[in-house]
């Protein structure tokens, strides 16, 4: 295990962690500003309605004669199909009668339903690479090559870039979105931004944490990070640290004990972040507050005598 | 094989799976919480699986237990968060749900799940394909107290669920009603519905656990929210939505899975696609068509 920590279990054992410490940095930090604005559930549709693209672009690929099995061809696929369950979920919830909500969880299963078909019409097929499709739904990190990782972090870059560059008026928005309105800032074009970021964030992380749990990376660094401080700058730059550090400690984990799944795995190391810092936070931990609660019952005692 | 040994097993779990897991859909989604649904399918999977380890038996009583036992623990952690860690709602039960799932996934892949028999593919996509009932010869089989008796056991259970809850609808009609549109009166007049919504969280994890063998943990989520809002979209009465909402699951059941097998095979394929997956397809095609309706009707 800590040769794979140091980077020196073998050239594929790098080229894995890499790729997913790419994606748990910027997930950590785009993360943040998803749950902030309250985005977390729309994440995971988003994520779980990449399925029928990404099966549909194998399909169609076969069809057209290309490379089915090209990730950026997949991931497009799975891109645009999640961005139309996005728009279908909102306008569901158009109309008043049902909520967001409800709205986002028929979008959700009704476009896993319709990959969940796709899919098994491609595993009817008498063609190869069929595992790797349904290894994007838990994720296979073990079976990325070099070019996959290179795609991740290719993705989470131009992510952490476009995050970087819209820093200010994002943090202008989550704290105060009337008055940004009011200030004239383009708050739909921001909030379709970090749609965008989210989405692109979704994508890198199908190789390696897979769709059906790749909105814990988004989601858990981030309310472990919020845990700690309340600075903005500092809760993305914390929770960007986590997703990483889960990333990696996560792939080392699973490649010490075989037969691991690493997806799975990542998300259990960062649900353990959350937890320790849910005790142990100064401020507003269980520890602190069970702290705080004998202390103030020993002040009542001795004023009380 | 004859359509009896086939198709009918299939058919008939989709059909009641969808029937009780749309009913208990209606209280998530008048009293606002579909969310809780999405939780429920995901956590029960470790529940399930520790079950087994445990016993060591595929029985129902224990997978039962777990499954319930884990969906309390979820709902329970899910309070803890939202209050201690001040997180909204819907970041804690992503947080709880996401957890438990991948301990569930852990287990299954690490050698549990092979001595349990239990398929990760399965688990995510649904097994209503596997659900096949070799005994029967023909219609006739439905009289032959063998071959009945040869029926998948995963059926039994989702046919005693498909029961029950009909039934828990028929006795707490009224309380229930309270519970959906108006939960502070239903407080005020010394009515429970704290015991209630307990009440509601067992019955939500047991349908979880028999939707779960025929159709998978996430479309487990269409069955419980696409016969309630296709419901809502149409009518304006509770008694109306609960009435609508059971014939939209029986409608999304039945035509997912016959949509499934018939249609390859109309188009002259030897394939069959996934039924579970059709259902949801179904299901999506029955809000889309209620939300014009909705529209055309203002």
Known sequence: MWEALTFQAGHNAAVVAAGCIAFGLAAGAVGCFVLLRGRALIADAAAHATLPGVAGAFLLGLALGLDPRALPWLLAGGGLTASLAVLAANALARGGRVKDDAAIAVALSVSFGLGAVLLSVVQALPVGGQAGLSGLLLGRAAGMAEADAWTMAAVALVALAVLGALLRPLSALLFDPLQASLAGLPVKALDVALLGLMLLVVLAGLPAVGLVLVVALLIVPAAAARLLTARLPAMAALSAGFGAGSAHLGVAISAAAPGAPTGAVIVLVAVAVFALALLASPRRGLVAALRRRAALLAAARAAAR | ?298
């Open chain 2, 1 to 298: 094989m004859s359509f009896a040994a086939l198709d009918l097993v299939p058919l008939l779990a989709a059909m009641l799976a969808c029937l009780a897991c749309g009913l208990l859909g209606n209280l998530l989604l008048l009293t606002r919480q579909s969310l809780l649904g999405d939780a429920v399918s995901h956590a029960v999977l470790p529940g399930i699986v520790l079950a087994f380890l445990v016993t060591g038996s595929r029985d129902a009583a224990p997978m039962l237990a777990g499954a319930v036992a884990a969906a309390f623990a979820a709902a329970l952690l899910v309070g803890v968060l939202t209050r201690a860690a001040r997180l909204s709602p819907q970041a804690a039960m992503g947080i709880v749900f996401s957890g438990f799932f991948a301990v569930g996934v852990v287990l299954l892949e690490t050698g549990v799940g092979r001595r349990v028999d239990l398929d990760l593919d399965h688990v995510l996509l649904g097994q209503l394909d596997t659900l096949v009932w070799p005994a029967a010869t023909g219609w006739a089989s439905l009289l032959d107290p063998d071959a009945l008796a040869a029926l998948p056991p995963e059926l039994l259970l989702i046919g005693a669920v498909a029961v029950a809850v009909p039934l828990l609808f028929a006795a707490l009609w009224k309380e229930l009603r309270l519970l959906a549109f108006d939960p502070d009166f239903a407080a005020v007049t010394g009515f429970a519905p704290r015991a209630l919504s307990a009440l509601l969280l067992a019955a939500l994890a047991v349908a979880c656990v028999a939707a779960f063998w025929a159709v998978g943990a996430i479309l487990t989520l269409a069955a419980l929210v696409v016969p309630p809002v296709v419901a809502r979209l149409l009518t304006r009465s509770y008694r109306a939505q609960v009435l609508v909402s059971a014939i939209v699951a029986l409608v999304m059941g039945a035509g997912g899975v016959l949509l499934a097998g018939v249609l390859p095979a109309a188009l002259g394929q030897d394939w069959a696609v996934s039924g579970a997956g059709m259902v949801a397809v179904v299901g999506g095609v029955l809000v889309l068509a209620a939300r014009l309706a909705a529209r055309e009707s203002g």
